[in-house]
């Protein structure tokens, strides 16, 4: 059983750039979420993909948009870079039941804008 | 809106010295508390999911406990290897997206 994947594990844009992250959901799993972490703080919730469909947004803006495919991989894209969407991008994925259910993490990317 | 606070925001420890970090939450409602642990530069690797008060969990060195306000997660006897940041999120009924609120963390340090 493969575990969640993230690609690339590093990156670094320009303020003003588009940039799209990816991610490979572990076998099994059917519900992808993104988050973002800052350095020295908790994960904050971006979104979350089921069945190819947007499942629920946190505060973030309109140029943070995601996508998910019949297999389930998902793509975070981010347009219009600012400086502080430097930060540690998480993807999550899960099996979509009913009730509390565990997120399985990937290792991230890390993205530098400047 | 949930929150979640943790404490200590750091913690050294000496190899063998025991101790706790507590997770105060503030939910409508619970459906789940989560403990992770991530270590610098990684994705977090999940560790205990707890439903009710009154339940514990223990794996290794890691026991965590829960109440209707806050969980702990005891580290007994720990080893240098438990160095580590650890967070803990919770998951409310209707959240958006089922999803997570986590805290900031607490980052343990053990010295041999």
């Known amino acids: 059983e493969t575990g969640v994947t993230q690609s690339p594990t590093h990156l670094i844009k320009t303020r003003g750039q588009q940039v799209t992250l990816r991610c490979s959901s572990q076998s099994g799993h059917n519900t992808v979420s993104w988050y973002q972490q800052a350095l020295g703080q908790g994960p904050q919730f971006i979104f979350q993909?089921?069945?190819?469909?947007?499942?629920g947004r946190g505060n973030f803006p309109p140029r943070f948009s995601g996508l998910q495919f019949p297999n389930y991989s998902s793509e975070l894209n981010v347009n219009a870079l600012e400086l502080d969407d430097s930060a540690l991008y998480l993807c999550?994925?899960?099996?979509?039941?009913?009730?509390?259910?565990?997120?399985?993490f990937g290792p991230g990317t890390r993205l530098l804008v400047l | 809106e949930d929150q979640v606070t943790q404490s200590p925001e750091a913690l050294r420890l000496q190899e063998g010295e025991s101790s706790s970090l507590n997770c105060s939450y503030t939910v409508s409602g619970l459906r789940g508390l989560f403990w992770y642990r991530q270590d610098p530069g990684k994705g977090p690797e999940f560790l205990f999911t707890l439903y009710s008060a009154g339940e514990e969990k223990e794996k290794e060195r890691l026991k965590a406990t829960l109440t209707k306000k806050e969980s702990f997660l005891h580290i007994t006897a720990p080893k240098p290897e438990d160095s580590a940041t650890y967070l803990c999120a919770v998951q409310a009924p209707g959240a958006a997206g089922n999803k997570l609120t986590f805290g900031g963390g607490t980052r343990v340090l053990v010295k041999p």
């Open positions: 999550a994925s899960s099996t979509g039941t009913p009730g509390a259910e565990t997120q399985y």
């Open positions: 993909y089921y069945r190819e469909e947007e499942n």
